[in-house]
């Protein structure tokens, strides 16, 4: 692998389906304090700033906008101790069984390998599903710098 950046985890996100739908809170752009006060029930993160938010962005470079309390220790120079982070989180929040018993997703292999296979190729890793309660989790490890896609955003920890 020849990556001269290192890696960054962010999350696990854990919220419902409809909150991870709200479009407006997953983007960087200022919101209008007009625009919000026409909302009828307006998400309490949006009165929070995009750089504070914990709802993952839309784009996962974006993350990279975000000093999370922590960020030092999910900090990887190699991909495998990243890899061991995302299969970690995976194992204390797993999947919601499906009620007729098939499988829920790929598996915990097939997406420890396709992390694996994308991390050396500079992409960002992004594992996204629901767990019990009708809720959705969300984590991500994101290459930086992430030059490909945002080259202007600097390394969150300096």
């Known amino acids: 692998m020849d990556f001269s950046g290192h890696w960054h985890g962010y ?38 700033s995009f750089e504070r938010r914990t709802i993952p962005p839309m784009r996962t ?15 990887w120079k190699d ?35 396709h992390a694996r296979v994308a991390l050396s190729h500079r992409t960002d890793a992004v594992w996204c599903y629901y767990i019990t309660g009708d809720r959705l989790t969300s984590y991500a490890v994101v290459n930086c710098p992430n030059l490909p896609f945002h080259p202007d955003i600097p390394c969150p920890l300096g």
């Open 11 to 48: 999350g696990p996100w854990t919220g419902t389906s409809p909150a991870y739908h709200t479009e407006y809170l997953r983007r960087p752009t200022p919101l209008d304090p007009a625009w919000v006060r026409t909302l009828k029930n307006p998400d309490p993160e949006c009165f929070v």
């Open 61 to 75: 470079g974006h993350y990279l906008l975000r000093r999370p309390a922590g960020l030092a220790d999910r900090t």
């Open 79 to 113: 991909a495998d101790p990243a890899v061991d982070w995302l299969t970690e989180t995976y194992r204390k929040h797993p999947p919601a069984p499906r009620p007729d018993g098939r499988a829920v997703d790929c598996g915990l292999e097939a997406r420890t390998h």
